[in-house]
DNA sequence: ATAAAAGTGAAAATAATTCTTATTTTGTGT
DNA sequence: ACACAAAATAAGAATTATTTTCACTTTTAT
């Protein structure tokens, strides 16, 4: 792999931050500062980063993230506004364990963990989001229906 | 939520295999039977099949796939095909309790867990799959590359 | 200087959702 | 049973989002 002055500012954003950006916002942030960066790069580099091992993707619902964080840790997404955060926490050594040696006897070579629930932002957020619930109809029927959320009153 | 054929076939298609389909692949199960079907009717109704719990979600790289099969049980994902199998094992019940009593100390309401590695049909493949793995180059450098492989000879 | 690696920008391919209009389903009251 | 109205749903086209490919140019390491 040789160096590329694209890859090196790809992979100081992604280090920069610890908001597991997808593609195109780091697309967005390295492109300040590199006007002729082209996406398809991104794409690209991040693939070769990860690849590398230098950089871990982050696969699930819609885009595909990126954390540039070597350390181990767990990932927990929002399930209101999609962000991933970080666990870190010595209750996973055990999980992590357990699962190591769950794999041969799968006939597996890897594990994927992820968490989810609401974030701290958003639990804590002023403005209501939406969530699919069931309700009920005037007349008595139950439908699945996007409401109004909110945690503050 | 009011019956209809259409739901009605697509559920009835997702439960009559063991291949966790992506929406595109159960619209074209179903389209025989029902050529009038639309895309967006699929992708609304495995949408509200989830939401009401009679489907489950699979979220990974590439497209959402989806299984019909209510019976608890885990997940392994090809990394050569990409396909998703079932794993049935009691050994993994200890793994989930250990998840659910995890998951208040993490502040999370839920934890996907999904096992990776060849498939049996992959592995048993005639035909070569590529990878990507590090190559030394002639004059001595490292570079990633797609190389062939195949577990035949 | 040279060859491999990498970048660019546009286009194509994939994946998923949105929108408007038309049709179907279902509870209620004949 | 039958008609009605409201809610739910479907069709089909269009749009948006995401990711990859391609032909060419530039950069990098020897």
Known sequence: MNRSSQREAILKALRSVKSHPTADEIYAMVHDSMPRLSLA??????????????????????????????????????????????????????????????????????????????????????TPFYETVSVRTERGRVNTKNEEICYHE
């Not at 871990?56 to 506004?81: M, Q, Y």
């Open 41 to 126: 790069t991104v794409y690209r580099n991040l693939e070769q980063l990860v690849n590398a091992g230098m950089v871990t993707a982050i696969d699930g619902a819609g885009s595909r993230r990126f954390d540039g964080n070597a350390a181990p840790h767990h990932h927990k997404r929002c399930s209101v506004c999609g962000s991933v955060s970080d666990i870190f926490s010595e209750e996973l050594h055990h999980l992590d364990n357990a699962i190591e040696r769950l794999l041969p006897l799968l006939e597996c070579s890897a594990c994927s963990v992820e968490f989810s629930g609401i974030c701290g932002k958003c639990r804590a957020a002023e």
